[in-house]
């Protein structure tokens, strides 16, 4: 899907003129193997200008994300409000460590569960990479 | 199961093969965990997605795509492929069988039912939330 079209989705009202207020991205792959990542940042940091609450789901090689020390990393977009939530089976799987991720990510031990619950009671959107 | 929200549907629509990248994998732990809550579920497999439909997988330390599938229809799921895709793979053995009410294939999971690309937008317009798993 293309960074214009999800900027669409997310502009899109939900319904009448109420705007969106919550919305869950979920990132799967690796941050430096292509620019999806890039525009996921891009795309939460834009909902979060806007005045949505924006959370930031980290799974599978998605992960590495979380590592601290990286040029454009996930401290501007905690530093901005964003949540950001990792799964602790898949940074276990990576021989990533708690002291490797950076302070403010979430590192939670059952995040499908979690997300579920988020995706389908909270979040007005929700997008995947 | 968590009462009072049985009705809310999730569908999750898979493009990559399972084995070349996690997506498959995840799908499937987000759809069973999903089902433990409670919500209906809806998958369809899209491109090399449909690959995830084949039968007797038996991956050695990988987890495995298609018993996981299985169980999820088990449990009802609704598991929906490309028909198009699914023949251009060589899954379909012949033309409908009007007897069975279904596309013949021996390749894939019984309980994968067989239709166009309209049974997605079919899904997508009934679904609360719908996910996508894997390059579109």
Same mark, same amino acid.
């Given at each position: 899907?293309?960074?214009?079209?999800?900027?669409?989705?997310?502009?899109?009202?939900?319904?009448?003129?109420?705007?969106?207020?919550?919305?869950?991205?979920?990132?799967?792959?690796?941050?430096?193997?292509?620019?999806?990542?890039?525009?996921?940042?891009?795309?939460?940091?834009? %909902?979060? +200008?806007? @005045?949505?609450? !924006?959370?930031?789901?980290?799974?599978?090689?998605?992960?590495?994300?979380?590592? =601290?020390? $990286?040029?454009?990393?996930?401290?501007? %977009?905690? +530093?901005? @409000?964003?949540? !950001?939530?990792?799964?602790?089976?898949?940074?276990?799987?990576?021989?990533?460590? =708690?002291? $490797?991720?950076?302070?403010?990510?979430?590192?939670? +031990?059952?995040?499908?569960?979690?997300?579920?619950?988020?995706?389908?009671?909270?979040?007005?959107?929700?997008?995947?990479? | 199961?968590?009462?009072?929200?049985?009705?809310?549907?999730?569908?999750?629509?898979?493009?990559?093969?399972?084995?070349?990248?996690?997506?498959?994998?995840?799908?499937?732990?987000?759809?069973?965990?999903?089902?433990?809550?409670?919500?209906?579920?809806?998958?369809?497999?899209?491109?090399?997605?449909?690959?995830?439909?084949?039968?007797?997988?038996?991956?050695?330390?990988?987890?495995?795509?298609?018993?996981?599938?299985?169980?999820?229809?088990?449990?009802?799921?609704?598991?929906?492929?490309?028909?198009?895709?699914?023949?251009?793979?060589?899954?379909?053995?012949?033309?409908?069988?009007?007897?069975?009410?279904?596309?013949?294939?021996?390749?894939?999971?019984?309980?994968?039912?067989?239709?166009?690309?309209?049974?997605?937008?079919?899904?997508?317009?009934?679904?609360?939330?719908?996910?996508?798993?894997?390059?579109?």
């Amino acid at each position: 899907m293309s960074a214009l079209r999800k900027n669409y989705i997310l502009h899109n009202k939900v319904r009448g003129d109420q705007k969106l207020a919550r919305i869950c991205l979920l990132l799967m792959r690796l941050p430096r193997s292509d620019e999806e990542a890039e525009r996921m940042y891009g795309m939460a940091h834009h %909902a979060k +200008e806007q @005045g949505m609450d !924006v959370e930031i789901y980290l799974l599978g090689d998605g992960v590495f994300c979380a590592k =601290k020390g $990286q040029k454009q990393n996930i401290r501007t %977009a905690l +530093e901005k @409000g964003i949540f !950001v939530r990792a799964s602790a089976k898949d940074l276990r799987a990576r021989a990533i460590s =708690k002291e $490797q991720v950076e302070p403010r990510v979430e590192i939670i +031990e059952d995040l499908e569960s979690i997300f579920v619950e988020d995706i389908m009671e909270k979040a007005d959107r929700v997008i995947s990479w | 199961m968590v009462e009072g929200i049985r009705n809310k549907t999730l569908a999750l629509m898979l493009f990559s093969s399972p084995y070349r990248s996690q997506y498959a994998d995840h799908l499937c732990r987000i759809a069973e965990k999903a089902m433990e809550k409670g919500y209906n579920v809806e998958i369809f497999l899209y491109g090399d997605g449909v690959h995830a439909q084949m039968n007797n997988q038996t991956p050695k330390t990988f987890f495995n795509v298609g018993e996981s599938l299985k169980r999820l229809a088990e449990k009802g799921a609704l598991i929906k492929s490309c028909l198009i895709c699914s023949q251009a793979r060589g899954y379909i053995e012949g033309d409908f069988d009007e007897k069975l009410g279904k596309y013949p294939s021996s390749k894939a999971l019984n309980t994968v039912e067989f239709c166009t690309i309209y049974g997605f937008v079919d899904m997508i317009l009934k679904a609360d939330k719908l996910l996508t798993f894997g390059s579109s």
